[in-house]
């Protein structure tokens, strides 16, 4: 069956949002369900491009402004050129982050105006809002113990606890002030755990549309 909806995954670095959205994309699969993964940014040639800059550890001296217009300008990309058709055709359009990132990380993490931040994401996500978000929640100092100790860093990974806590309480925030949209969902649980709470989310949230089809 169709069903053209944006589901989107956010959490901090290493909270196994990834591992989320890879398990629900495999499960729509499984019950014929067209759906894209996606991820932001990424997904397009473009924004691919521009997801190697944001993340260049030799680029330290980006500015979080120029920060902040590089990631919706790879977002918008990626909307127009990726989640837009899929919509269109009747496919449901999974994205390992999305706009919520960009509140945490650059509004929350670096402290810049949130009120600008938005208007930004509303620029960058060419007014797409989406219909579901995952967010999976877990303390920073439970993430870094996940870290892989020969993986190297990316520029954002590499700011600190500190900075992953003030983007853990953006989040939070989001999700008390968002709650018809984003479902919190606790990441300390073992991962089959989390993603049977993900699927029954999903199904009790679009049950209208899904019918009797599960």
Not at 10 to 35: M, T, W, Y
Request: charged residues 30%; negative net charge; glycine residues 6%.
């Amino acid at each position: 069956m169709q069903l053209a909806k944006v589901v989107s995954f956010e959490g901090i670095d290493l909270s196994g949002k990834s591992v989320q959205a890879r398990l629900f994309h495999d499960r729509l699969k499984k019950e014929n369900v067209p759906s894209v993964l996606l991820r932001d940014p990424g997904a397009t040639r473009i924004s691919e491009r521009i997801r190697r800059i944001l993340l260049d550890n030799e680029l330290q001296e980006m500015s979080s402004w120029t920060e902040l217009l590089l990631y919706e300008a790879a977002r918008a990309q990626m909307v127009e050129e990726a989640i837009k058709p899929a919509l269109q055709a009747g496919t449901l359009v999974i994205c390992d982050r999305f706009y919520d990132s960009t509140t945490a990380y650059q509004g929350f993490g670096r402290g810049l105006d949130l009120e600008l931040v938005t208007q930004a994401n509303k620029i960058g996500a060419c007014g797409l809002v989406p219909d579901l978000t995952f967010l999976i929640d877990l303390e920073p100092e439970i993430a870094l113990q996940r870290k892989h100790k020969l993986r190297r860093e990316d520029r954002l990974e590499a700011e600190g606890i500190e900075f992953q806590r003030r983007v853990r309480e953006g989040y939070l925030h989001l999700a008390k002030e968002e709650s018809q949209r984003v479902r919190l969902i606790d990441g300390n649980q073992d991962i089959q755990q989390i993603h049977e709470q993900v699927w029954r989310d999903f199904l009790h949230r679009f049950q209208n549309e899904l019918h009797e089809s599960f």
